[in-house]
């Protein structure tokens, strides 16, 4: 049984578009993470999240990027207005204050 | 500065036979944690592994072991009696640990793609 789950699996939008990234962590967990992979590159980390609240987010995670907790269950990162290089695999993550984090499968965006 | 190298970028082990997979780090916290992840061709990130800095013997978890050189600053994974389904990137990741129960981020190396050879 997956730790996270994240929908859609993939999306294709076009350049300008809003989107917005679920995840839904399967046990009740406080901390949440934003992660995205441009397609053959390391795993770059966007933004934190702990008791509802953004807690260190790094110089990618700029205007265009927001997230959210709307329902204390349902985990979304935004994108306001996608451009080209947002393409990218993005991977939701949920930890303790321990160390480990677990990832879900990730979403596919594709903006054309 | 990366915090996290890793300087191979394809391996190749054949069937059955052992794999040590590179990393090193950097970082001036004295608490933090070293973790490896696989991932397969379908993409997800699927966690093997962890180190903490004071543990005082190298992780194991089946298969895998953590041969964790601190002096060196190096944390490289051994993959012992490799299999076919072991064919895939894998990432060696840090976390700085004094900022724990903030959310504090992790540091994701370039990674290694390993093919099995059957």
């Known amino acids: 049984e997956p730790e996270v789950t994240q929908t859609p699996s993939h999306q294709v939008t076009q350049m300008g578009q809003e989107v917005i990234l679920r995840c839904v962590p399967i046990?009740?967990?406080?901390?949440f993470y934003w992660y995205r992979q441009i397609l053959g590159q390391k795993v770059e980390f966007l933004v934190s999240?702990?008791?509802?609240?953004?807690?260190?987010k790094s110089e990618i995670f700029d205007d265009q990027f927001s997230v959210e907790r709307p329902d204390g269950s349902n985990f979304t990162l935004k994108i306001r207005s996608t451009k080209l290089e947002d393409s990218a695999m993005y991977f939701c993550?949920?930890?303790?204050?321990?160390?480990?984090?677990?990832f879900g499968p990730g979403t596919r965006l594709l903006v054309l | 500065a990366q915090k996290i190298t890793q300087t191979q970028p394809g391996m190749f082990v054949q069937e059955k036979e052992a794999v040590t997979l590179d990393c090193t780090y950097d970082?001036?916290?004295?608490?933090?944690?070293l973790f490896w992840y696989k991932q397969p061709s379908s993409g997800e990130m699927i966690f093997l592994i962890y180190?903490?800095?004071?543990?005082?013997q190298n992780a194991t978890e089946g298969r895998y072991s953590l041969n964790f050189q601190k002096a060196r600053k190096s944390a490289n994974l051994v993959i012992s009696a490799s299999q076919l389904g072991d064919s895939a990137m894998y990432f060696c990741?840090?976390?700085?640990?004094?900022?724990?129960?903030?959310?504090?981020?992790?540091?994701f190396g370039t990674g290694t793609s390993l093919t099995v050879i059957p």
């Open positions: 999240f702990y008791n509802n609240e953004i807690s260190e």
């Open positions: 990741a840090m976390r700085d640990l004094s900022l724990r129960g903030t959310g504090n981020q992790f540091y």
């Open positions: 046990s009740n967990h406080l901390y």
């Open positions: 180190q903490g800095s004071y543990d005082q």
């Open positions: 970082t001036s916290d004295p608490s933090y944690g």
């Open positions: 993550a949920r930890g303790t204050d321990q160390e480990t984090q677990y």
